[in-house]
Protein backbone atom coordinates (compact mmCIF):
# COMPACT_ATOMS: atom_id res chain seq x y z
CA UNK A 1 0.00 0.00 0.00
CA UNK A 2 1.65 3.25 -0.91
CA UNK A 3 1.92 5.96 1.44
CA UNK A 4 -0.55 8.20 0.25
CA UNK A 5 -2.84 5.20 0.54
CA UNK A 6 -2.43 4.67 4.23
CA UNK A 7 -2.71 8.77 5.05
CA UNK A 8 -6.26 8.45 3.60
CA UNK A 9 -7.17 5.43 5.51
CA UNK A 10 -6.01 6.77 8.56
CA UNK A 11 -7.35 10.22 8.06
CA UNK A 12 -11.05 8.49 7.17
CA UNK A 13 -10.92 6.11 10.16
CA UNK A 14 -10.69 9.38 12.67
CA UNK A 15 -12.71 11.06 10.42
CA UNK A 16 -15.45 8.49 10.77
CA UNK A 17 -14.40 8.18 15.11
CA UNK A 18 -14.88 11.90 15.30
CA UNK A 19 -18.33 12.12 13.31
CA UNK A 20 -19.46 9.34 16.12
CA UNK A 21 -18.47 11.60 18.83
CA UNK A 22 -20.18 14.63 17.22
CA UNK A 23 -23.09 12.39 16.66
CA UNK A 24 -23.59 11.11 19.98
CA UNK A 25 -22.94 14.85 21.66
CA UNK A 26 -25.41 15.93 19.31
CA UNK A 27 -28.37 12.87 20.67
CA UNK A 28 -27.59 13.60 23.87
CA UNK A 29 -27.86 17.31 24.25
CA UNK A 30 -31.53 16.57 22.28
CA UNK A 31 -32.51 14.13 24.47
CA UNK A 32 -31.28 16.83 27.11
CA UNK A 33 -33.46 19.49 25.40
CA UNK A 34 -36.51 17.64 25.06
CA UNK A 35 -36.61 15.91 28.57
CA UNK A 36 -36.24 19.88 30.31
CA UNK A 37 -38.84 21.43 28.17
CA UNK A 38 -41.25 18.43 28.53
CA UNK A 39 -40.23 16.69 31.87
CA UNK A 40 -37.94 17.72 34.12
CA UNK A 41 -35.82 21.00 34.71
CA UNK A 42 -33.32 22.67 36.91
CA UNK A 43 -33.76 26.37 37.77
CA UNK A 44 -32.31 28.54 40.29
CA UNK A 45 -33.81 30.59 42.67
CA UNK A 46 -32.81 33.96 42.99
CA UNK A 47 -34.14 35.88 46.18
CA UNK A 48 -35.19 35.26 48.91
CA UNK A 49 -39.47 35.03 48.88
CA UNK A 50 -39.48 31.86 49.61
CA UNK A 51 -37.28 31.39 52.35
CA UNK A 52 -37.45 29.75 54.45
CA UNK A 53 -38.14 26.18 52.43
CA UNK A 54 -36.27 27.71 49.59
CA UNK A 55 -33.14 30.05 49.71
CA UNK A 56 -31.21 32.35 47.50
CA UNK A 57 -29.16 30.61 44.78
CA UNK A 58 -30.87 27.05 45.77
CA UNK A 59 -31.14 24.33 42.71
CA UNK A 60 -34.74 23.36 42.07
CA UNK A 61 -36.45 20.22 40.06
CA UNK A 62 -39.36 21.83 38.35
CA UNK A 63 -41.78 18.60 37.17
CA UNK A 64 -43.18 20.08 33.69
CA UNK A 65 -45.39 17.16 33.10
CA UNK A 66 -47.78 16.01 35.51
CA UNK A 67 -49.88 19.47 35.00
CA UNK A 68 -52.13 19.25 38.20
CA UNK A 69 -51.73 21.75 40.74
CA UNK A 70 -53.42 22.09 44.01
CA UNK A 71 -52.99 23.58 47.53
CA UNK A 72 -49.83 23.98 49.08
CA UNK A 73 -48.00 22.79 45.96
CA UNK A 74 -44.95 25.51 44.75
CA UNK A 75 -45.08 25.90 41.14
CA UNK A 76 -43.41 28.31 39.14
CA UNK A 77 -45.00 30.24 36.84
CA UNK A 78 -43.87 33.16 34.22
CA UNK A 79 -44.90 36.28 35.67
CA UNK A 80 -45.32 38.66 32.12
CA UNK A 81 -45.97 41.77 34.05
CA UNK A 82 -42.72 41.28 35.83
CA UNK A 83 -40.86 39.89 32.65
CA UNK A 84 -40.01 37.01 35.36
CA UNK A 85 -40.21 33.35 36.30
CA UNK A 86 -41.47 33.68 39.83
CA UNK A 87 -41.60 30.30 42.45
CA UNK A 88 -44.84 30.68 44.75
CA UNK A 89 -46.78 27.99 46.92
CA UNK A 90 -50.57 27.83 45.57
CA UNK A 91 -52.94 29.04 48.71
CA UNK A 92 -56.26 28.78 46.46
CA UNK A 93 -57.55 27.00 43.45
CA UNK A 94 -60.07 27.47 40.97
CA UNK A 95 -63.52 28.38 42.11
CA UNK A 96 -62.29 29.43 45.61
CA UNK A 97 -62.82 32.47 47.63
CA UNK A 98 -59.99 34.23 49.05
CA UNK A 99 -59.49 36.94 51.27
CA UNK A 100 -56.98 38.27 53.71
CA UNK A 101 -58.89 39.85 56.90
CA UNK A 102 -57.38 39.98 60.74
CA UNK A 103 -54.21 39.06 59.24
CA UNK A 104 -55.51 35.55 58.52
CA UNK A 105 -55.36 33.53 55.07
CA UNK A 106 -59.69 32.53 54.64
CA UNK A 107 -59.83 30.10 51.88
CA UNK A 108 -63.54 29.62 51.44
CA UNK A 109 -64.73 31.26 55.06
CA UNK A 110 -62.49 29.19 56.58
CA UNK A 111 -58.51 29.76 57.46
CA UNK A 112 -56.17 27.92 55.16
CA UNK A 113 -53.97 25.67 56.52
CA UNK A 114 -51.33 25.89 53.75
CA UNK A 115 -49.35 28.56 55.80
CA UNK A 116 -48.94 27.33 59.83
CA UNK A 117 -51.10 29.66 62.11
CA UNK A 118 -48.53 31.34 63.07
CA UNK A 119 -47.99 32.91 59.50
CA UNK A 120 -49.30 36.87 59.92
CA UNK A 121 -50.55 38.48 56.90
CA UNK A 122 -49.58 41.93 57.17
CA UNK A 123 -49.81 43.12 53.26
CA UNK A 124 -53.42 41.50 52.35
CA UNK A 125 -52.85 43.50 48.77
CA UNK A 126 -55.66 42.78 46.47
CA UNK A 127 -57.22 40.05 48.81
CA UNK A 128 -58.48 42.66 51.51
CA UNK A 129 -61.88 42.02 49.99
CA UNK A 130 -62.80 38.45 48.29
CA UNK A 131 -61.57 37.74 45.28
CA UNK A 132 -62.67 34.75 43.34
CA UNK A 133 -60.90 32.57 41.39
CA UNK A 134 -62.70 31.82 38.06
CA UNK A 135 -62.11 28.14 36.45
CA UNK A 136 -58.17 27.97 35.72
CA UNK A 137 -56.63 30.49 38.04
CA UNK A 138 -54.74 30.00 41.04
CA UNK A 139 -53.69 32.57 44.41
CA UNK A 140 -50.36 32.27 45.15
CA UNK A 141 -47.99 33.30 47.85
CA UNK A 142 -44.58 32.99 48.73
CA UNK A 143 -43.69 31.51 52.07
CA UNK A 144 -41.47 34.78 52.76
CA UNK A 145 -45.04 36.89 52.71
CA UNK A 146 -42.66 40.45 53.78
CA UNK A 147 -40.58 39.71 50.69
CA UNK A 148 -42.56 38.34 48.65
CA UNK A 149 -44.51 39.80 45.25
CA UNK A 150 -47.92 37.33 45.07
CA UNK A 151 -51.13 37.03 44.15
CA UNK A 152 -52.01 39.56 46.54
CA UNK A 153 -49.76 42.42 44.53
CA UNK A 154 -52.27 43.65 41.85
CA UNK A 155 -48.87 43.70 39.63
CA UNK A 156 -48.65 39.83 39.87
CA UNK A 157 -52.17 39.02 40.58
CA UNK A 158 -54.31 35.54 40.41
CA UNK A 159 -52.26 33.41 38.35
CA UNK A 160 -53.25 31.67 34.96
CA UNK A 161 -52.64 27.48 34.68
CA UNK A 162 -51.42 28.10 31.15
CA UNK A 163 -48.49 30.37 32.57
CA UNK A 164 -47.48 27.63 35.01
CA UNK A 165 -44.28 25.77 33.94
CA UNK A 166 -44.49 23.02 36.06
CA UNK A 167 -44.42 22.05 40.38
CA UNK A 168 -40.85 22.42 42.17
CA UNK A 169 -40.10 18.91 43.70
Request: aromatic share 10%.
Amino acid sequence: MTRHLLLKKIFCQKYKQHMKTVILVLCILLATLYVSNNWYQLLLIHGESMSPSYHNMQLVVLDRHSGEYTYGDVVAFQCDSLNALLIKRIAACPGDDVIIKDRLLFVNDKVSTVFPQEYIFEYPGIAFETVHLEDGQYFVIGDNMAQSKDSRNPVVGCIRIGDIWGKVI
